[in-house]
């Protein structure tokens, strides 16, 4: 499975000079480095569509210029193997229907660490599902959202390299 994860430069680790992740090697992506309070609780986000992620990568970018003003919206791309993540607590929502909106208000409020019970205590390892508009009941078409809320679940992310880097954001009129 081929993910995007849109970002600005100054959030990249490890940096080299130039301001860019050092492709290959370890990622070191952290789960807990996130938005508190995102649709399926804090952890670390990609996607399927790589035009959501240059629109995240240019978000990051707008919102952090005042800090930086020379922020470049950048977009990795990675693996995650069909087989590990099977090996994943899971909890995938294929539409809006079936407690997603009440699963997303709970993660929205703060909502302690959403958990499989019958497996283990604890968040899951993934989440997968739709993106929502903020505190409506849409949901954007042409996006999804994976999001992976533990060490096991970033740990199964491989082949993390830069794809793109805007200058300093990415068109996406196309």
């Known amino acids: 499975m081929v993910l995007y994860h849109g970002c600005s430069d100054q959030s990249l680790f490890p940096i080299n000079q130039q301001g860019i992740v050092v492709d290959g090697g370890p990622h070191n992506i952290s789960h807990a480095a996130g938005a508190l309070r995102p649709d399926f609780g804090p952890g670390f986000y990609t996607t399927t569509w790589l035009h959501q992620a240059k629109n995240w990568a240019n978000l990051r970018v707008f919102k952090t210029r005042g800090r930086h003003p020379g922020a470049k919206a950048v977009v990795l791309t990675m693996r995650l193997a069909r087989n590990r ?28 660490p959403h958990a499989h019970l019958a497996y283990r205590s604890g968040p899951y390892d993934v989440v997968a599902g739709p993106v929502t508009v903020a505190r409506q009941t849409l949901v954007i078409g042409q996006a999804d959202q994976v999001s992976f809320h533990t060490a096991d679940g970033t740990d199964a992310i491989s082949g993390v390299k830069v794809l793109e880097v805007g200058n300093p954001t990415f068109d996406v009129s196309q």
């Open 85 to 112: 993540f099977a090996n994943l607590q899971s909890l995938i929502f294929p539409s809006d229907r079936d407690n997603f909106y009440s699963f997303v208000a709970y993660c929205r409020d703060g909502g302690d």
